[in-house]
T-cell receptor, first 114, second 114 residues
């Protein structure tokens, strides 16, 4: 049972373009939605996160858009750069009682061409 | 300074052997985790510990036994290794057992079973 579904599986964008990765979740008890970035040979690193009481969060070139009624959230990378080429994971978790269990999406391999 | 460090980085061994992976965090965090990333890069939680107490045991075979000697360390021992255990294992830590606490990942241990 995959509780967080992520698309697309892979994405190729030209330098300067906008990269958009989408996620959908099933469990309405999720209350924290982070995005992680993973480079080859490295562990995932937190990029940006949002709580469901906010519809958008922006940090530099990275923006999360959150649609609670549709149970969807997305990552937008503006002015994409070759250095952004990595695997991106959306995730979701439920409060303290679940022990901060992160449920990850399947990942999106982003390639930004120069 | 490496925040979450795992040893070894690579582990190649025969089926049926027993092996251990060590994890240490120097962030002063209370909560530590083990995740498994399969060949398709799917990340799934295995265990979490809070202040040396087991919080999550995510239906992992009992051949896997985590041990937390203190808050800064969470080791993973695997008995009778099987071919399906081949994966990258990530250790992570977070400040506390709350859903809005970022998780910091190590760079992983790539386990290959021959």
């Amino acid at each position: 049972q995959q509780q967080v579904k992520q698309s697309p599986q892979s994405l190729i964008v030209q330098k300067g373009g906008i990269s958009i990765i989408n996620c959908a979740y099933e469990n309405t008890a999720f209350d924290y939605f982070p995005w992680y970035q993973q480079f080859p040979g490295k562990g995932p690193a937190l990029l940006i996160a949002i709580r469901p009481d906010v519809s958008e969060k922006k940090e530099g070139r990275f923006t999360i858009s959150f649609n609670k009624s549709a149970k969807q959230f997305s990552l937008h990378i503006m002015d994409s750069q070759p250095g952004d080429s990595a695997t991106y994971f959306c995730a979701a978790s439920i409060g303290e009682t679940s022990g901060s269990r992160l449920t990850f999406g399947e990942g999106t391999q982003l390639t930004v061409n120069p | 300074d490496t925040a979450v460090s795992q040893t070894p980085k690579y582990l190649v061994t025969q089926m049926g052997n027993d092996k251990s992976i060590k994890c240490e965090q120097n962030l002063g965090h209370d909560t530590m985790y083990w995740y498994k990333q399969d060949s398709k890069k799917f990340l799934k939680i295995m265990f979490s510990y809070n202040n040396k107490e087991l919080i999550i045991n995510e239906t992992v075979p009992n051949r896997f036994s985590p041990k937390s000697p203190d808050k800064a360390h969470l080791n993973l021992h695997i008995n009778s290794l099987e071919l399906g255990d081949s994966a990258v294992y990530f250790c992570a830590s977070s400040q506390a057992l709350h859903s809005n606490q970022p998780q910091h990942f190590g760079d992983g241990t790539r386990l290959s079973i021959l």
